[in-house]
């Protein structure tokens, strides 16, 4: 009985990480695109971005709020504690995704009229709050929250550091990455050329901003810098600064190249290795730096109820999602359109 309440918290773990990557993988690019419409004043282009992502976007925010429903059912002491933490960033989060949204179905009602431009301007501003504010929460989770007797101690603003900052600017960086190169990948013509030398330079930004969090996270607590410098810790964690290297490497040859579909999977590469080199810093640590997993879990009994129902939908979550975008692969033209 020890051991099978020892590994649930550990089962969750991975799922809820997995959850987060998706939600990552999925909205991170259609975030991405919304800020990218920023450097791009021709509306037919803006059209033809917009019809890469329509037929998917909304699907892609399941995979957050399944990490929200996990965060409050199986590990609640965690919900408890970081909610209070951080609910300037969350509450300005969903209200930027709120508005992203309302902006995304009205500029095309108002298409052909001059308030489609303030739609515009709303699905750029709520896509850059957001990406924003999803990496300066993830900032202030690594750094850590102030916890007394279990409980959230701090203030409201704790969260707001220029580490977080530096988080919440790389995590927009790499979300236009993700945007630039899956327009790369999904379009032709004057469009993809545009977006292959924006890939190139948010490349460049964004691995700087993973070489300045890299160095600066284990300087926030001793137990994050024992995890990268002491033996044998390190022959664990030293291959992923390497394929950092190597996958950027490989991402400015294939812009440079021509290829269409590299240069997303390899910005796809950078975000998994950068959640696992975040994954290996904080675990076991759910609240870090003092509270772990087990600290703030639910009762074994509890959360073998909810694995069983998950074990049910999340196969059924992926089917649905892999089915949308099979159906809705290959290039968008001018031809194609959001209606």
């Known amino acids: 009985m020890m051991d099978f309440a020892h590994w649930l918290p550990i089962v969750w773990a991975i799922i809820l990480i997995a959850a987060i990557s998706?939600?990552?993988?999925?909205?991170?690019?259609?975030?991405?695109?919304?800020m990218l419409f920023m450097t791009e004043r021709d509306e037919t282009r803006r059209n033809v971005m917009i019809s890469t992502i329509a037929p998917v976007w909304d699907g892609n925010e399941t995979w957050m709020v399944l990490g929200g429903a996990v965060l409050y059912g199986v590990f609640p002491g965690a919900y408890a504690t970081l909610l209070p933490a951080f609910y300037l960033p969350i509450v300005l989060m969903l209200v930027a995704l709120i508005f992203r949204g309302v902006a995304f179905e009205f500029r095309v009602v108002t298409k052909g009229t001059?308030?489609?431009?303030?739609?515009?301007?709303?699905?750029?501003?709520?896509?850059?709050?957001?990406?924003?504010?999803?990496?300066?929460?993830?900032?202030?989770?690594?750094q850590g929250v102030k916890v007394t007797d279990g409980a959230f101690s701090g203030g409201s603003l704790d969260w707001l550091t220029p580490f977080t900052i530096l988080c919440g600017?790389?995590?927009?960086?790499?979300y236009a990455l993700l945007g630039a190169t899956w327009l790369v990948w999904r379009t032709t013509g004057g469009l993809e050329e545009s977006c292959r030398h924006a890939a190139s330079r948010l490349a460049v930004g964004l691995f700087v901003g993973i070489v300045a969090v890299s160095f600066w996270t284990p300087l926030l607590h001793a137990p994050y810098l024992r995890r990268w410098t002491e033996w044998p810790n390190i022959a664990f964690v030293a291959p992923v600064p390497v394929l950092v290297v190597v996958l950027g490497l490989l991402l400015a040859a294939s812009l440079r190249k021509g290829h269409s579909r590299v240069p997303f999977l390899c910005a796809l590469g950078w975000f998994f290795l950068c959640l696992s080199g975040l994954g290996i810093?904080?675990?076991?640590?759910?609240?870090?730096?003092?509270?772990?997993l087990w600290d703030v879990s639910s009762p074994p009994s509890s959360q073998f109820f909810q694995l069983v129902g998950t074990a049910i939908m999340l196969p059924i979550i992926l089917a649905y999602t892999i089915y949308s975008y099979h159906v809705f692969r290959g290039k968008v033209s001018d031809a194609d359109g959001y209606h």
């Open 281 to 292: 810093t904080v675990w076991p640590y759910a609240v870090p730096p003092t509270l772990s």
């Open 22 to 34: 998706i939600y990552v993988v999925l909205d991170g690019f259609d975030l991405g695109i919304g």
């Open 169 to 174: 600017l790389s995590v927009m960086c790499g």
């Open 114 to 142: 001059s308030r489609a431009r303030h739609w515009d301007f709303g699905f750029m501003t709520g896509s850059a709050v957001a990406a924003f504010c999803q990496g300066a929460i993830l900032g202030g989770v690594i």
